[in-house]
């Protein structure tokens, strides 16, 4: 028996290891968040719901880190974020590339994507990038508002926040919080 539990428990930790990480590149991204925009820090914090994984191929760091960090820039900036972020174009131009050849539009938005997405993970991009930007620019721009549109996620939306005055079992100065401050982090 002692066996067996311990099997299961092990298997338990084993399937919850990606869930881990993944949480813990969103605090990352949290952090580094509040830290380009210290003005917007108390929303930001209280932003980890935005930042749910839309696809499997999210389970790739720089691929969630560029979604999550899309997110919480629209947040510090008071924009919308519902709409398909960058990364998740790039999954899905790069899943439909998989079926059938992108056009010339299609393929300088997946480039497009990809440099807004992952900056600090350069694709080979060919030499016509500059040059479809240049031809095709406009026609990248609709096709860009059109698959935001189309990847949009109606309720991924910040919601009412409502602080009890810690974060992460640290008493803050949230201005979420109530004026007087609970005894400790559970007696909200």
Not at 48 to 66: C, N
Not at 84 to 100: D, K, P, W, Y
Not at 137 to 151: P, Q
Request: hydrophobic share 35%; glycine share 6%; charged share 25%.
């Amino acid at each position: 028996m002692f066996t067996e539990l311990t099997d299961l428990i092990d298997d338990v930790v084993r399937q919850f290891a990606p869930v881990r990480d993944m949480m813990d590149w969103a605090e990352n991204e949290i952090r580094a968040a509040r830290r380009r925009h210290p003005a917007h820090a108390d929303t930001l914090h209280h932003s980890f719901a935005l930042l749910t994984p839309t696809s499997d191929r999210m389970r790739t760091e720089f691929v969630y880190r560029g979604h999550a960090r899309e997110l919480l820039d629209r947040v510090a900036q008071g924009d919308d974020t519902r709409p398909g972020t960058a990364a998740e174009i790039v999954l899905a131009f790069s899943h439909a590339s998989q079926t059938a050849p992108l056009n010339t539009t299609a393929t300088g938005l997946m480039f497009r994507m990809w440099q807004k997405a992952f900056p600090d993970t350069p694709m080979d991009i060919d030499d016509d990038q500059e040059h479809r930007e240049k031809l095709y620019g406009s026609s990248i721009d609709d096709a860009e508002a059109e698959a935001r549109t189309k990847l949009a996620i109606s309720g991924r939306v910040l919601g009412t926040i409502k602080c009890c005055g810690w974060h992460h079992g640290e008493p803050v100065a949230c201005s979420y919080a109530p004026t007087q401050l609970p005894l400790g982090p559970n007696t909200a």
